[in-house]
């Protein structure tokens, strides 16, 4: 069973790094996968909105509630194991897991094989120049320092408590196209018809991977519960907007209101109560 508590005015729930506070009435703690689909499931049931919160490091207000309830992501944290592929080597993470921890496991050397196969992790660390204090989650929610070329694979969670893994790859539009299944479900939808300019938002094109759909795009598709991210020799420093609640007209300033109207309509098949992290990207 899942924990729900009362939030007080003075909830650290309530903010972000952003001057905005928020107001919402429960704060729900699952410290596992089955918890938070039990939450989530509560929450759809009783129609009750739902903001993601992981460390709130944003400026924009993404994770500052708006009502309803808050689903708080702080006790998933850790590393899963490790694994390779021909693109290189991957960690496999719990969402809350920090930038400082993901390093520090690396560092450690006591990190099991997912596959019982032998993976060096000599000399690699977190691919993008990030704060310690990041989460995984975040980092991919708001595709913050362009993290996006280094997500592997995702775990989901949607609002009706159904999920799936997805990895690069693995699911592509047709054209503009773009179908696939999701535990009971098969989803089905039209993508916009502009292309991104840049890596802010989810990355829409023609053909797009359905991974992309959902790194940048704040949570308002699906929570994220496990990733594969590519660790590097290097880090890369690539500066990224994310709208939040304070700036979610990006969208809309670049591409116009059909692509907004567009993307709701996405967002009502993926979340047909309209309850997760209302108020951001639109």
Not at 110 to 139: H, M, W, Y
Not at 182 to 193: E, I, K, V, W
Not at 227 to 247: C, H, N, P
Request: hydrophobic share 35%; aromatic share 8%; proline share 3%.
């Amino acid at each position: 069973m899942f924990l729900r508590e009362r939030i007080k005015d003075d909830s650290k729930y309530l903010n972000d790094r952003s001057s905005l506070k928020g107001h919402a009435k429960n704060v729900i703690l699952p410290n596992d996968e089955t918890e938070l689909r039990e939450g989530i499931r509560y929450s759809s049931k009783g129609n009750t909105k739902v903001t993601i919160s992981g460390s709130r490091m944003g400026d924009q207000g993404g994770a500052v509630p708006c009502g309803g309830d808050i689903m708080s992501m702080e006790h998933l944290t850790g590393v899963i194991g490790a694994g390779k592929d021909d693109k290189g080597v991957y960690l496999r993470v719990l969402p809350y897991t920090t930038v400082s921890f993901f390093n520090n496991s690396i560092k450690s050397g006591r990190i099991q094989s997912i596959d019982g196969s032998d993976v060096s992790l000599d000399g690699l660390v977190f691919p993008v120049k990030a704060q310690l204090e990041n989460t995984v989650g975040g980092c991919i929610a708001v595709n913050r320092y362009g993290i996006r070329p280094y997500v592997r694979r995702l775990r989901v969670v949607f609002s009706d408590s159904t999920f799936m893994s997805m990895e690069r790859g693995e699911y592509l539009a047709n054209g503009r196209k773009m179908t696939f299944p999701a535990g009971r479900n098969f989803f089905a939808f039209d993508l916009p018809s502009y292309d991104s300019k840049d890596d802010s938002g989810p990355k829409i094109s023609e053909n797009m991977d359905l991974l992309d759909l959902f790194i940048g795009s704040e949570g308002i598709f699906g929570i994220i519960i496990e990733a594969d991210i590519y660790l590097s020799a290097t880090v890369s420093d690539s500066q990224t907007e994310e709208s939040g609640k304070m700036r979610n007209s990006l969208i809309k300033d670049k591409y116009g209101q059909e692509a907004v109207e567009d993307l709701k309509k996405i967002k009502s098949i993926l979340d047909p109560n309209y309850i997760l992290n209302i108020g951001n990207m639109f």
